[in-house]
């Protein structure tokens, strides 16, 4: 068998490690092991690579300078990616995510940039220019195009995640799709350029600045709770990015692995989109398109009950089933340790404590999980909306804190509601509610809120960490 | 099976630029699908251990990196294709050791 058989071999195990790690994810025991195969897989396809033709031809001519070189990279790249893997506190994994996607986007450009120097430079245009049209030519423009958007695109995600004071306003110019509207246009032009004449190094650069002014453009008029689909999305382009390379140098196992992320990228945005009950094209591109006909005045006048943390204490005394229902606001007020202590405190009398996380819960999917268990509150107690949807009606006391739009009854019983139809937690369905909040502020949505009006809520109104803690020295007095 | 082998071995012999997008773009559709089918059964409290998981694995453009900066072929390639390598190598390393991170606080506390 050829060197070049054994590589293409060891790319196949790659690969198929890499499937194998995505299907253990699928549970959170053995998902330890499909993280582990799948960075088994990885080392494997970057050994391989080592073996690669133009690779060991160049250690030939060169000595071991080229493998030097590129383990001084390797150490570089993956003593930085793994110091600030580990440096970083749970409730910013999101912009972390956002910050290795656009480091994977922007390797993608450099790789399809560093293929076209080396192809256009053998050449020598303009006597014996590169083909135009060819999988090259096209596959190059593509990578530049992508890895350009997912690397600006993530670079202002990261910073509206981490909430720079730069990004704290959305962009909201009225000429911006006029403007985006240029820059497709530019896009566009420039791509059909680099295919049609793939020996210009200038007009693949070119087309990057467009790509780049593109992703900054595109992500920053997106608001702050938008932000999981934007990370999905970023998350699947880095993956095409990656298979788009793949095409350019010729290389399954970039392609297999590239589509694979597009593949759970795709499905993730699909999902959020689903859970917030909006469309793709509605969270790219507009604002949410709603004015909010309905003043909440009519709906809480005379009818909101405000309870102090000893009477909600005294409820909480009573109860046997607490479900605890804990939104975007707690990750912001960083509450999730407090909660832990509350829980902790009605586990000791003797109630049954469980969490109902709804899929948008957090600022990127699956969130609220990770910062609940960061919390050692243990993956079991954590609850999928449709599975606890149905056990509300024997719920004796619901807590949401720092949740608003994802248990608004509206969703199910107003047609005519911007939210109806969207999947909601039915809070209002148990004993008694409590709602932690700060004001009677609409949500996201700009729409009141009924539940905070029914006659079984008790408002809390407080910061959601300081409430949390007032309820459990209350409870431990009581 | 043994009908098809030359067959296989002939084409990729003479294959000619046509027949090699196809077969990447085959390898490109499948993928997706498995991709598709797989990850559609990942539970939603696993979703962010899975993004940064799958974000790890697009840092397999390193292999693309290796190839392009250790042949050597130009300065400007080099470098490109170096800056390559680092960037790709921080997507690699930061992505697998921080789904190991989130994963490690789902396993139950030995306490």
């Given at each position: 068998m050829s060197s070049q058989a054994w590589i293409n071999l060891a790319y196949l195990l790659a690969a198929m490690l890499f499937i194998v790690a995505f299907k253990l994810m699928t549970?959170?025991?053995?998902?330890?092991?499909g993280?582990?195969l799948g960075a088994v897989g990885m080392a494997i396809a970057i050994i391989a690579a080592c073996f690669e033709k133009p690779v060991v031809e160049?250690?030939?001519?060169?000595?071991?300078?080229?493998?030097?070189?590129?383990?001084?990279?390797?150490?570089?790249?993956?003593?930085?990616?793994?110091?600030?893997?580990?440096?970083?506190?749970?409730?910013?994994?999101?912009?972390?995510?956002?910050?290795?996607?656009?480091?994977?986007?922007?390797?993608s450009?450099?790789v399809a940039?560093?293929e076209?120097?080396?192809a256009?430079?053998?050449?020598?245009?303009?006597?014996?220019?590169l083909a135009p049209w060819t999988q090259f030519a096209i596959a190059t423009a593509l990578t530049?195009?992508i890895?350009?958007?997912?690397?600006?695109?993530?670079?202002?995600?990261?910073?509206?995640?981490?909430?720079?004071?730069?990004?704290?306003?959305?962009?909201?110019?009225?000429?911006?799709?006029?403007?985006?509207?240029?820059?497709?246009?530019?896009?566009?032009?420039?791509?059909?350029?680099?295919c049609?004449?793939p020996?210009?190094?200038?007009?693949?650069?070119?087309?990057?600045?467009?790509?780049?002014?593109?992703?900054?453009?595109?992500?920053?008029?997106?608001?702050?709770?938008?932000?999981?689909?934007?990370?999905?999305?970023?998350?699947s382009?880095?993956g095409l990015a990656a298979a788009a390379a793949g095409f350019v140098i010729d290389n399954s196992v970039l392609v297999i692995a590239g589509s694979l992320v597009g593949a759970s990228g795709l499905i993730?945005?699909?999902?959020?989109?689903?859970?917030?009950?909006?469309?793709?094209?509605?969270?790219?591109?507009?604002?949410?398109?709603?004015?909010?006909?309905?003043?909440?005045?009519?709906?809480?006048?005379?009818?909101?009950?405000?309870?102090?943390?000893?009477?909600?204490?005294?409820?909480?005394?009573?109860?046997?089933?607490?479900?605890?229902?804990?939104?975007?606001?707690?990750?912001?007020?960083?509450?999730?340790?407090?909660?832990?202590?509350?829980?902790?405190?009605?586990?000791?009398?003797?109630?049954?404590?469980?969490?109902?996380?709804?899929?948008?819960?957090?600022?990127?999917?699956?969130?609220?999980?990770?910062?609940?268990?960061?919390?050692?509150?243990?993956?079991?107690?954590?609850?999928?909306?449709?599975?606890?949807?149905?056990?509300?009606?024997?719920?004796?006391?619901?807590?949401?804190?720092?949740?608003?739009?994802?248990?608004?009854?509206?969703?199910?019983?107003?047609?005519?509601?911007?939210?109806?139809?969207?999947?909601?937690?039915?809070?209002?369905?148990?004993?008694?509610?409590?709602?932690?909040?700060?004001?009677?502020?609409?949500?996201?949505?700009?729409?009141?809120?009924?539940?905070?009006?029914?006659?079984?809520?008790?408002?809390?109104?407080?910061?959601?960490?300081?409430?949390?803690?007032?309820?459990?020295?209350?409870?431990?007095?009581? | 099976m043994s009908l098809f082998l030359p067959l296989i071995a002939d084409s990729i012999a003479a294959e000619d630029p046509a027949a090699r997008f196809i077969r990447l773009l085959t390898v490109f559709l499948l993928a997706m699908w498995v991709g598709f089918e797989v990850i559609t059964k990942?539970?939603?409290?696993?979703?962010?251990?899975?993004?940064?998981?799958s974000?790890?694995i697009s840092g397999i453009t390193a292999v693309g990196a290796i190839v392009v900066?250790g042949a050597?072929?130009?300065?400007?390639?080099?470098?490109?294709?170096?800056?390559?390598?680092?960037?790709?190598?921080?997507?690699?390393?930061?992505?697998?050791?921080?789904?190991?991170?989130?994963?490690?606080?789902?396993?139950?506390?030995?306490?």
């Amino acid at each position: 068998m050829s060197s070049q058989a054994w590589i293409n071999l060891a790319y196949l195990l790659a690969a198929m490690l890499f499937i194998v790690a995505f299907k253990l994810m699928t549970g959170p025991r053995t998902a330890v092991k499909g993280n582990y195969l799948g960075a088994v897989g990885m080392a494997i396809a970057i050994i391989a690579a080592c073996f690669e033709k133009p690779v060991v031809e160049s250690m030939t001519a060169n000595g071991s300078w080229p493998l030097i070189m590129l383990a001084i990279g390797g150490m570089i790249g993956g003593g930085i990616g793994a110091t600030m893997a580990l440096k970083y506190p749970m409730t910013g994994m999101p912009q972390m995510v956002a910050l290795l996607n656009g480091f994977g986007g922007a390797a993608s450009v450099f790789v399809a940039g560093a293929e076209l120097w080396n192809a256009s430079a053998a050449a020598r245009p303009p006597a014996d220019p590169l083909a135009p049209w060819t999988q090259f030519a096209i596959a190059t423009a593509l990578t530049g195009l992508i890895g350009a958007v997912t690397f600006w695109g993530s670079l202002v995600a990261f910073g509206k995640l981490e909430e720079l004071p730069q990004f704290k306003k959305a962009w909201t110019d009225p000429n911006r799709h006029w403007i985006n509207i240029g820059l497709a246009v530019a896009t566009l032009l420039l791509i059909w350029g680099v295919c049609a004449n793939p020996s210009s190094n200038l007009l693949f650069w070119l087309l990057v600045v467009a790509g780049s002014a593109l992703g900054c453009t595109l992500t920053l008029p997106i608001g702050g709770a938008d932000m999981p689909v934007v990370i999905c999305l970023l998350n699947s382009y880095s993956g095409l990015a990656a298979a788009a390379a793949g095409f350019v140098i010729d290389n399954s196992v970039l392609v297999i692995a590239g589509s694979l992320v597009g593949a759970s990228g795709l499905i993730l945005t699909a999902i959020m989109c689903q859970a917030m009950n909006r469309s793709l094209v509605g969270v790219l591109f507009g604002g949410l398109g709603t004015t909010a006909t309905v003043s909440g005045d009519d709906i809480y006048a005379g009818k909101v009950k405000s309870a102090s943390s000893e009477e909600i204490a005294m409820v909480l005394e009573g109860a046997d089933r607490v479900v605890i229902v804990p939104g975007y606001g707690l990750a912001v007020a960083q509450a999730q340790h407090a909660v832990r202590e509350l829980a902790n405190a009605l586990e000791k009398r003797g109630t049954t404590v469980e969490y109902a996380i709804h899929p948008v819960a957090g600022r990127m999917p699956g969130h609220m999980n990770v910062l609940l268990a960061e919390a050692d509150i243990p993956y079991e107690k954590l609850r999928e909306m449709d599975d606890i949807n149905p056990t509300f009606p024997e719920t004796d006391v619901a807590i949401v804190i720092g949740a608003n739009d994802v248990v608004n009854p509206a969703a199910r019983t107003d047609p005519k509601s911007p939210i109806a139809g969207m999947p909601i937690l039915d809070v209002d369905k148990a004993k008694t509610v409590v709602v932690v909040k700060r004001s009677l502020s609409p949500g996201f949505a700009g729409i009141p809120n009924p539940l905070f009006a029914a006659d079984n809520t008790l408002m809390y109104f407080a910061d959601g960490k300081k409430a949390i803690l007032d309820l459990t020295a209350a409870l431990q007095q009581g | 099976m043994s009908l098809f082998l030359p067959l296989i071995a002939d084409s990729i012999a003479a294959e000619d630029p046509a027949a090699r997008f196809i077969r990447l773009l085959t390898v490109f559709l499948l993928a997706m699908w498995v991709g598709f089918e797989v990850i559609t059964k990942v539970p939603q409290r696993l979703h962010t251990p899975l993004t940064s998981g799958s974000n790890a694995i697009s840092g397999i453009t390193a292999v693309g990196a290796i190839v392009v900066a250790g042949a050597l072929a130009t300065k400007g390639g080099t470098l490109l294709g170096f800056l390559a390598v680092v960037l790709a190598m921080i997507n690699v390393a930061g992505g697998f050791v921080v789904t190991h991170r989130m994963l490690e606080m789902f396993q139950p506390k030995k306490k």
